[in-house]
């Protein structure tokens, strides 16, 4: 099959393709290389992609109609995936235009695209940031999740329901997914696996904000991609579900849906740090801080929806997933020293 994805430098968007490639299929990329966090990073990602002939890379913002277009002409896509996107929580407390402009603007751009593309399938990212202030765990599809506590949370949650919209007008087949606390080789530098390394490897202190009482339902990107591939067939409007019982999602009026992809098993931010020291054999120098604004206490998937339309859930265990990051970790500080 031929796959457009956006976000493809990036760090689920570039294992994602890497697995696609590998899997025999053609992949167009799409990435406009922000400078969120180290270009150098997205760089070296890409360049293995475009090791592979079944790869080509189209540097561009998804504001740029035209290069959006271009891409899509050079691909013809039967699937597109959406990764691209302003990412991060805390960052959108101090950079709000940069939501609005890559998950809003660029969104409906990329929606236009699919309207004139008509891929079988639009897969977007959404994040298990829209449950905002939702305190039923976990966390469910099928729950009201009106209330996103960051405008990271607010654009993704208007990401769902702009494509929904699509979806019903234009006939395209969509599903959002929801991901929960992506980690892995890889990794981003402004998550805390990746900070929390890096310190505790420099004898740096670390900052656990709400002293320590957090707890994350982390994903392991390998699991994450595993269900992105199964997802890919699992159109909206398509599939019957298999297992009964579980509270699908789909709408009532278009063939969308959003499926969380998460494994259901929330790690407390002590044990983690926990984990790490023991992957690295060093203790942590902990600052111990409260709770930032926007942050929730929990996150905590139900990963029914996914395994009825899959058969598969993220299972990989916190310390296989850490020892995994530490080891590519310390071979690319060795290789790419600063
Ligand atoms: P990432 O920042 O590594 O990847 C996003 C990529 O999109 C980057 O390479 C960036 O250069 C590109 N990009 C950003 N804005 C763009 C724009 N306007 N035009 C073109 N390219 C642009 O992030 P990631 O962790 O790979 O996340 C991928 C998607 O998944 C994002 O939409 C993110 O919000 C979502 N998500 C990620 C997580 C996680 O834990 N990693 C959790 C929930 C949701």
Same mark, same amino acid.
């Given at each position: 099959m031929r796959f457009l *994805? %956006? =976000? @493809? @430098? =990036?760090? *689920? =968007?570039?294992?994602?393709?890497?697995?696609l490639i590998d899997d025999g299929h053609l992949v167009v990329g799409i990435d406009g290389m922000t400078d969120y966090y180290d270009v150098n990073l997205k760089r070296r990602r890409t360049a293995i992609l475009k090791t592979s002939n079944g790869y080509r890379h189209h540097e561009c913002m998804l504001e740029d109609k035209n290069g959006l277009a271009e891409a899509a002409q050079d691909c013809n896509p039967d699937v597109i995936v959406h990764l691209a996107g302003q990412a991060g929580v805390r960052y959108s407390l101090e950079h709000p235009e940069t939501y609005i402009s890559s998950n809003l603007v660029g969104t409906f751009n990329l929606l236009e695209v699919a309207r004139e593309w008509k891929p079988k399938h639009l897969l977007i990212a959404s994040s298990s940031s829209i449950y905002g202030a939702n305190t039923e765990m976990p966390f469910s599809e099928a729950h009201k999740s009106d209330l996103p506590l960051t405008l990271y949370a607010a %654009?993704?949650?208007a990401m769902e329901e *702009? @494509?929904?919209a699509y979806a019903h007008l234009w006939k395209l087949p969509t %599903?959002?997914?929801r991901f929960f606390t992506v980690y892995g080789p890889w990794g981003r530098p402004d998550m805390a696996l990746f900070k929390f390394v890096r310190a505790i490897e420099r004898g740096e202190p670390i900052e656990v904000y709400g002293e320590g009482r957090m707890r994350r339902d982390f994903t392991y990107v390998d699991d994450l991609v595993e269900s992105i591939v199964r997802l890919v067939d699992a159109v909206p409007g398509e599939l019957p579900l298999e297992a009964e019982g579980v509270a699908d999602s789909l709408s009532p009026v278009a063939p969308w849906r959003v499926v969380n992809i998460g494994g259901g098993q929330p790690v407390g931010l002590l044990p983690f740090i926990e984990t790490i020291e023991g992957c690295l054999d060093k203790p942590a120098l902990k600052q111990m801080l409260p709770m930032q604004k926007g942050d929730v206490e929990s996150t905590f998937a139900d990963p029914s929806l996914l395994k009825a339309l899959t058969g598969y859930a993220p299972d990989t265990s916190i310390q296989v997933g850490v020892r995994n990051f530490v080891k590519w970790y310390r %071979?690319?500080?060795?290789?790419?020293?600063?």
């Amino acid at each position: 099959m031929r796959f457009l *994805i %956006t =976000g @493809s @430098s =990036g760090f *689920i =968007g570039f294992h994602l393709a890497k697995r696609l490639i590998d899997d025999g299929h053609l992949v167009v990329g799409i990435d406009g290389m922000t400078d969120y966090y180290d270009v150098n990073l997205k760089r070296r990602r890409t360049a293995i992609l475009k090791t592979s002939n079944g790869y080509r890379h189209h540097e561009c913002m998804l504001e740029d109609k035209n290069g959006l277009a271009e891409a899509a002409q050079d691909c013809n896509p039967d699937v597109i995936v959406h990764l691209a996107g302003q990412a991060g929580v805390r960052y959108s407390l101090e950079h709000p235009e940069t939501y609005i402009s890559s998950n809003l603007v660029g969104t409906f751009n990329l929606l236009e695209v699919a309207r004139e593309w008509k891929p079988k399938h639009l897969l977007i990212a959404s994040s298990s940031s829209i449950y905002g202030a939702n305190t039923e765990m976990p966390f469910s599809e099928a729950h009201k999740s009106d209330l996103p506590l960051t405008l990271y949370a607010a %654009t993704k949650k208007a990401m769902e329901e *702009i @494509s929904h919209a699509y979806a019903h007008l234009w006939k395209l087949p969509t %599903t959002c997914f929801r991901f929960f606390t992506v980690y892995g080789p890889w990794g981003r530098p402004d998550m805390a696996l990746f900070k929390f390394v890096r310190a505790i490897e420099r004898g740096e202190p670390i900052e656990v904000y709400g002293e320590g009482r957090m707890r994350r339902d982390f994903t392991y990107v390998d699991d994450l991609v595993e269900s992105i591939v199964r997802l890919v067939d699992a159109v909206p409007g398509e599939l019957p579900l298999e297992a009964e019982g579980v509270a699908d999602s789909l709408s009532p009026v278009a063939p969308w849906r959003v499926v969380n992809i998460g494994g259901g098993q929330p790690v407390g931010l002590l044990p983690f740090i926990e984990t790490i020291e023991g992957c690295l054999d060093k203790p942590a120098l902990k600052q111990m801080l409260p709770m930032q604004k926007g942050d929730v206490e929990s996150t905590f998937a139900d990963p029914s929806l996914l395994k009825a339309l899959t058969g598969y859930a993220p299972d990989t265990s916190i310390q296989v997933g850490v020892r995994n990051f530490v080891k590519w970790y310390r %071979t690319y500080c060795e290789r790419h020293p600063n």
